[in-house]
């Protein structure tokens, strides 16, 4: 099983999580997708804030 790979997408504002790198973007179609996985820490990059008197 192949591990997902995390994708920006400049034009919508978007991140996706795909298997292997796409040459367009599946929601707006923009050309160039940017791979954000080596930027990312971990899965706080996903979750809210769990910090006293934050939502």
């Known amino acids: 099983m192949l591990g997902l790979r995390y994708f920006a997408c400049a034009g919508c504002e978007t991140v996706f999580a795909l298997p292997e790198a796409e040459s367009r973007c599946p929601r707006c179609d ?21 910090a006293p008197g934050t939502r």
């Open 30 to 50: 923009a050309a160039g997708l940017e791979e954000i996985t080596d930027r990312l820490d971990g899965d706080v990059y996903f979750t809210r804030s769990t």
